[in-house]
């Protein structure tokens, strides 16, 4: 498994199963060999090798990236259900293999073409043109992995595990960009060097009540807790038009 | 059930209140042998700064994860891959770890940033030169081969590209072929045994009428010409023989790369298809199976116990399949014969046999031992192979601490935080 998302309004964890082409949801205290309570899978899903996903529990849906989309599912659906909401076509440059949503904000991040990250409106839907796109040399981007992000700063966190197939590639970092980036810009703040100890970060979660985050690393098969409270900063949230829902 | 079994793998640690054994808390430093690694770190650009400071906490296993075991009765000679440090570990077929002992050393090991190792799943020994060969998984997608003398962090004597996810591994020695599974999508793939870089495969099963669904251990009954798969369950329908379309000619492929260094994958997109979650199963083929053919027997069912069967064996001299069944704790032992839901002839499971997620098997058909590598407690466990129930395992090869429970982190792709009982989550 790639994701693991905690739902902590209905105390359930959810994650991807890209073999058989579905997603499970467990209760949250789930324990050995428990079985989901939820699952969607079937025809109607569209799904394909789901890889990765974020949950908006304030909106109440379930984001996925595919190959060339995003697909919108309610937060409690169960079974072969089509998605309510697919963000897809040659104007979206979704390349899809990783997303974070901000149910804040009414953005989320998704991964696009020529290493890119793209910034949509939560809302988006067809084939709509990113609000931000953050490429170029400045980003210092090689790969995407697993992104979380933090409403209140507007922040955005993102795994970044070098070149693809390299033992121990040279450029691997955290690195984090605010949603209203735009353009080849450099990430706002990173976590690298030889203090940190990192090699190959696979994926990141953030825990803002203990100002903490939390990435593990393929290359050390390890988790490492960093306590960074530099980046735990607010910013006055963008008003919410009347018209959302 | 498969779907249960998933959730077995699915690692909670808790942040708050863990045993001392998962959490090391760096007060002093990160280890030396990682500090020394990033001292060439590039230098980053920012806006607001870079955050280069020790972790404040570090979960991390110190201790092998044994993830497939070979022997070579002939020369004494017991080869694990260690998917935790990221190693292959020779051991001597006689050694056994005294009780008090912490760990035994291996007579060598094999490992570093030149090995083109990482999540290693499979292996096996050639028994005339004595090479190892060994597949990744979901990291690298090639298959390095060391001679009898590599040792240390050396680059492999040979390369062979192969598809993202190959797992299980073995060989026809009177063919000179050899065999892997891939994960997913579903498949067996036979190259020539002497194939290296880009050399195209002699054939491939796969299809929705294989039954593949997420196979692993491998195994061939030359005796009977048969190939036995263990298939975890997850399986993909793609309406016939196609699971793929070829993208382009294997030459045209191999034309756009300059070295296996940089070999990715098959030339294929994989098609959609239609997800499912089946019953784990044991799928027996003729051993040329190629193509969309389907199995000649297929076990499966609740009476056979299967839970995550991972590598597999053939005793042909008796008849009999032997099963490292992850999930459960145990050894399966079923006849070549079996079909269908039957229960195993034979389960060695107990806390007597030390038998703890087994996911690697061999067999010494020589000496008549029977080799189970536990990823559960760093431990290899030597057993008669008429071995049955809970029995106390002849030898013991212990690479950690005994009475400790491995942490069994492996290619941690994702992690998570409960924030209503404050525990990271950590699915493998």
């Known amino acids: ?245 | 059930m498969a779907l249960e079994r998933k959730g077995s793998r699915l690692s909670v640690l808790a942040v708050l209140a863990v045993t001392a054994l998962v959490i090391l808390r760096l007060a002093a430093a990160v280890p030396q042998e990682v500090r020394s690694s990033v001292a060439a770190a590039f230098q980053v650009r920012t806006r607001a700064g870079n955050i280069d400071k020790k972790p404040l906490r570090y979960i991390k296993d110190p201790n092998p994860a044994w993830s497939s075991i070979a022997v070579n009765a002939d020369n004494n000679m017991v080869v694990m891959t260690d998917e935790n440090l990221f190693r292959v570990v020779e051991y001597s077929r006689l050694d056994n770890t005294p009780p008090t002992a912490r760990f035994t050393e291996p007579k060598r090991f094999i490992g570093g940033d030149q090995t083109r190792m990482e999540m290693l799943c499979g292996a096996y020994i050639d028994p005339k030169t004595l090479d190892v060969y060994v597949t990744n998984n979901d990291t690298q997608d090639w298959m390095p081969v060391f001679s009898k003398n590599a040792k240390g962090n050396v680059a492999p004597d040979r390369l062979l590209a192969t598809p993202h996810r190959a797992w299980g591994i073995t060989a026809d020695e009177t063919r000179q072929e050899l065999y892997m599974t891939v994960q997913f999508p579903s498949a067996v793939i036979v190259y020539r045994k002497s194939a290296a870089d880009n050399d195209a495969p002699l054939r491939t099963l796969e299809g929705d009428a294989t039954e593949l669904a997420d196979p692993h251990g491998i195994a061939l009954d030359v005796k009977n010409d048969l190939m036995i798969i263990t298939n975890h369950g997850h399986r993909r329908f793609y309406g016939g023989a196609a699971v793929s379309t070829i993208t382009e000619t294997w030459e045209q492929w191999i034309g756009k790369t300059s070295g296996a260094g940089e070999l990715n994958s098959l030339p294929r997109q994989y098609l959609p298809g239609l997800g499912k979650f089946e019953m784990p199963s044991i799928n027996i083929y003729a051993r040329s199976a190629s193509g969309n053919t389907p199995p000649v027997r297929v076990i499966k069912g609740p009476k056979t116990q299967l839970n995550w069967p991972s590598h597999v064996a053939v005793d042909e001299g008796r008849g009999e399949i032997f099963v490292a069944n992850d999930a459960d704790d145990s050894i399966l032992i079923f006849r070549t014969s079996d079909s269908g839901d039957v229960a195993p002839t034979r389960v060695i499971q107990g806390p007597k046999t030390r038998v703890k997620n087994p996911t690697g098997l061999s067999l010494d058909i020589k000496n008549g031992e029977l080799w189970v590598a536990n990823m559960g407690n760093f431990a290899a466990t030597v057993f008669p192979i008429t071995a049955n129930g809970d029995v106390a395992p002849l030898r013991v090869i212990r690479g950690g601490p005994a009475n400790q429970v491995a942490l069994m982190i492996g290619n941690p792709g994702a992690v998570g935080y409960d924030s209503k009982r404050q525990q990271i989550l950590v699915p493998n």
């Open chain 1, 1 to 245: 498994m790639h994701d693991i998302r905690y739902n902590a309004v209905d105390d359930e964890i959810l994650v991807p199963n890209p073999f058989s082409n579905a997603i499970l949801t467990f209760r949250g205290g789930a324990n050995g060999q428990e079985a989901p309570v939820r699952i969607i899978q079937g025809p109607n899903t569209e799904l394909n090798g789901p890889d990765r996903l974020d949950i908006d529990v304030v909106h109440r849906e379930i984001f996925v990236p595919g190959r060339g989309n995003v697909l919108v599912f309610p937060l409690d659906a169960n079974g072969d259900v089509r998605p309510k909401r697919a963000v897809r076509g040659p104007d979206t440059q979704i390349a899809g293999s990783s997303i974070a949503v901000d149910p804040l904000n009414n953005m989320f991040a998704v991964t696009g073409r020529d290493r890119s990250i793209l910034v949509f409106d939560r809302l988006a839907n067809g084939n709509v043109k990113p609000l931000h796109v953050i490429r170029g040399p400045n980003t210092q981007i090689d790969r995407i992995n697993q992104m979380a992000i933090y409403p209140a700063g507007k922040l955005l966190v993102v795994a970044m595990p070098g070149v693809q197939g390299a033992m121990e590639p040279p450029r691997v970092f955290v690195g984090m960009w605010s949603l209203d980036d735009d353009g080849d810009i450099a990430p706002k703040w990173t976590i690298t060097g030889k203090q940190t100890g990192l090699k190959k970060p696979f994926a990141v979660a953030l825990n803002p009540d203990h100002k903490e985050l939390y990435v593990t690393d393929m290359r050390l098969n390890g988790v490492m807790t960093f306590a960074v409270p530099e980046i735990f900063q607010p910013v006055a949230p963008a008003p919410v038009p009347a018209n959302r829902h």
